[in-house]
């Protein structure tokens, strides 16, 4: 089995490229990240093709103040191009082709008249379920959700319909695919992993009881939900961390839950967020839409209990009431709940925490899924 993969950005397609190269399966990895920064993942520069040019010219117009960027037709153009050159790059000489949605329709269509069986990676929910649930979402705040440009929904749709398989990584991207008609047959359901080479505990430096936020401060994310019970316990010697970039849509809300035991903590490179998963207690995600969360296993590797809700992919991993807890999404009282039983039993909190480490450990590792993924190929192959 030989197999090409091709990815705008990265997204976990390097992780991917690595585990079939480790098996001889891998062909050709297409991208446009530069080549010097995806052998960093250990994948052979023979077998990568890089489209960087596209990475630098999106890059630069992402920059440009929101009111010069329009309606954002350059924001489907430049996927177009990019499904345009991968076409022109395939030829006959692999038996799967692995695209990501929304990137890859053309290039899918191309690989079949190629003879190869084909798969689109969605690493979110369904896109007409994902763009509902969003809609709702903003408008319960007075916003619009324009996140999606209509060119790239209609590609997203057309892609499920053309690949062979979708390949998704969590029930609750499962559920939003079956209602949508997708057959359970044309699914690939396999979590994503973590390296346990950057995520792992260091010593905790003080006794302040913390829950931490990892990922983007939006309304996707559920942080509004998450600082108001986080304010309203207003807990001793508790904090909230909050690390990841801040979208405008938030701001509000982090006005007006401002408290000394709030801090926002920016960005951070991945290598150094194991030390602040291990200066908190509890890792949270109370996401309204997320396919499958990466921070939840990366915070389980550092030993921490996770409070997760039913649409972030944490019931695929995480024993409820063993590694954490899964709650509803939008449910502040529960989300209060959970928080406050963890503030109050240390001993358990303590146990929980091992319980993930252990979880993660055993079975959520990238070989781990890599030998899932690879299993699954071989089989539609």
Known sequence: MKVCVSVWGRFHAFNLAQQLQKRGYLQKLISTYPAFAITKYGIDQKLIHSLWQLEALSRGWYKLPRWMRGDRNLQLWFLEQFDRSVTNYLSPEFDLFVGWSGSNYWSVHRAKELGAKTIIERGSSHMHYQTEILTEEYEKWGLSFTETHPGIYEREIQAYDEADRIAIASLFVKRTFLAQGIPESKLILVPYGTSLAEFYPVAKQDNIFRVIHCGSLSLRKGVQYLLQAFWELNLPNAELWLVGSITPEIEPFIAKYQSDRILIKGTHPQQKLRWFYSQCSVFSLASIEDGFGMVIPQAMACGLPVIHTTNTGGEDIVRNEIDGFCIPIRDIEALK??????????????????????????????????????NAYLQIC
């Open 337 to 374: 709940t959970k928080i406050l039983f963890f503030y109050e039993n240390p001993d358990k909190r303590d146990e929980m925490g091992k319980n993930a480490l252990e979880q993660a450990r055993q079975s959520l590792t990238w070989d781990d899924y890599g030998e899932k993924i690879t």
